[in-house]
T-cell receptor
Framework: GAGVSQSPSNKVTEKGKDVELRCDPI?????LYWYRQSLGQGLEFLIYFQGNSAPDKSGLPSDRFSAERTGGSVSTLTIQRTQQEDSAVYLC??????????FGPGTRLTVL | AQSVTQPDIHITVSEGASLELRCNYSYGATPYLFWYVQSPGQGLQLLLK??????LVQGIKGFEAEFKRSQSSFNLRKPSVHWSDAAEYFC???????????FGKGTHLIIQP
């Protein structure tokens, strides 16, 4: 069946611009996770959704980052006023019961 | 706080030789443990997982891992590696649900012909 999909696969933006990253989870998976992968920090957990609700947003790196999920399916991660340190690969994962996470291919974000 | 240590940043193995990648974790409760593999430019593919029960778990591509609670370890093994196994390997720990995964820094596996 279809796995987790993410779009765009690559995004190049200028410093100060806003970007939106999209994640389509595996159909029927109620749990959704966002991670960031960078050379300096490795893989970092950002935020978790159960359905449309994100109970804890403290993992988001700054208040320029926000995330939402609608209809218990698609999620978007928005970064406002991008900075060069935001350059990274952003990975999304979904899970049926919140145990095993299945990852998408990621979005590579480059901030010039 | 939970943490994962993968002591080997790089490992070089000859094709056909056996492989063991080390993983040590720190977690306050019974952990869920995972090994993922990442090829260049790709996402993370699940190799295997441990939740409970038999401490030796089998995964895809001929990999296995053994959970040793007394050593807080979850080492990954393969009896005979193939050139296609060259990739980055990540060990991860979590509690499920809202508890996102904590990853190690990864081990880069190089296969020599």
């Amino acid at each position: 069946g279809a796995g987790v999909s993410q779009s765009p696969s690559n995004k190049v933006t200028e410093k100060g611009k806003d970007v939106e990253l999209r994640c389509d989870p595996i159909s029927g998976h109620t749990a959704l996770y966002w991670y960031r992968q960078s050379l300096g920090q490795g893989l970092e957990f950002l935020i978790y959704f159960q359905g449309n609700s994100a109970p804890d947003k403290s993992g988001l790196p700054s208040d320029r980052f926000s995330a939402e999920r609608t209809g218990g399916s698609v999620s978007t991660l928005t970064i406002q006023r991008t900075q060069q340190e935001d350059s990274a690969v952003y990975l999304c994962a979904s899970s049926l019961k919140g145990d095993t996470q299945y990852f998408g291919p990621g979005t590579r974000l480059t901030v010039l | 706080a939970q943490s994962v240590t993968q002591p080997d940043i790089h490992i070089t193995v000859s094709e056909g030789a056996s492989l063991e990648l080390r993983c040590n974790y720190s977690y306050g409760a019974t952990p869920y443990l995972f090994w993922y593999v990442q090829s260049p430019g790709q996402g993370l593919q699940l190799l295997l997982k441990y939740f409970s029960g038999d401490t030796l778990v089998q995964g895809i591509k001929g990999f296995e891992a053994e959970f040793k609670r007394s050593q807080s370890s979850f080492n990954l093994r393969k009896p005979s590696v193939h050139w296609s196994d060259a990739a980055e390997y990540f060990c991860a720990v979590g509690g499920g649900g809202a508890d996102g995964l904590t990853f190690g820094k990864g081990t880069h596996l190089i296969i020599q012909p």
